[in-house]
């Protein structure tokens, strides 16, 4: 069984689309992440939520917003897509206890904006 | 930004012990140091993770220095499939906001 997934594996639009990514853990974690990993290969955090609730939000354009309709999934909806928004987005999840933060990824959708 | 530094990449003989070093002088007493690696194309895969005492594990092993500020992950036998970028990280903030900032991390090449 895959403890993170998430979908679609590879997404190509057109600029100005709107479009989600989904992602689902069953690994029974509290926190979930999404991660953004550019050309560059710089993995940068964006979002985190805690059962449910935004924790973190690393001033990432309002254009993302991210949906954690339960403990177990957390989705990416991205608005008017741009050409800079092509990245890889990795999904995690972790379960915090007594300071260890211990993040199982995902596979990565590859989102291409044309 | 990340609280470590690592040699941009490394290379390593398939069968030999891949020595990866990371420096994080500014870790606090209670943070946790974590590696990960990520091979190409692939999610980011947890690899270990520790305080203050060496750790090992069916994947590696962790030596931190007695004055934590920095630490070796030791591939004791690497072999090609173990080609990829290796992160070091120390949790950054405190609190519900902590969180794992990766840096460039290393790329290990292991050679046949």
């Known amino acids: 069984d895959t403890a993170v997934s998430q979908t679609p594996k590879y997404l190509v639009t057109q600029m100005g689309n709107d479009k989600s990514i989904k992602c689902e853990q069953n690994l029974g974690h509290d926190t979930m992440y999404w991660y953004k990993q550019d050309s560059k290969k710089f993995l940068k955090i964006m979002f985190s939520y805690n059962n449910k609730e935004l924790i973190i939000n690393e001033t990432v354009p309002n254009r993302f917003s991210p949906k954690s309709p339960d403990k177990a999934h957390l989705n990416l909806h991205i608005n008017s897509l741009e050409l800079g928004d092509s990245a890889v987005y990795f999904c995690?999840?972790?379960?915090?206890?007594?300071?260890?933060?211990?993040?199982?990824f995902g596979s990565g959708t590859q989102l291409s904006v044309l | 930004d990340a609280k470590t530094t690592q040699p941009p990449s490394m290379d390593c003989a398939e069968g030999r012990a891949a020595n990866l070093p990371c420096n994080h002088s500014?870790?606090?007493?209670?943070?946790?140091v974590y590696w990960y690696r990520q091979i190409h194309s692939q999610g980011p895969q947890y690899i270990i993770h520790?305080?203050?005492n060496n750790e090992t594990n069916e994947m590696a092993s962790l030596i931190i220095t007695e004055d934590r500020k920095s630490s070796t992950l030791i591939l004791p036998h690497a072999t090609l499939r173990d080609t990829a970028v290796y992160y070091c990280?120390?949790?950054?903030?405190?609190?519900?906001?902590?969180?794992?900032?990766f840096g460039t991390g290393t790329l290990l090449a292991v050679q046949p």
């Open positions: 995690a999840s972790s379960q915090d206890k007594g300071g260890e933060k211990k993040l199982f």
């Open positions: 520790g305080l203050k």
């Open positions: 500014t870790i606090s007493g209670n943070e946790y």
């Open positions: 990280i120390v949790r950054v903030g405190g609190g519900a906001t902590n969180k794992l900032i």
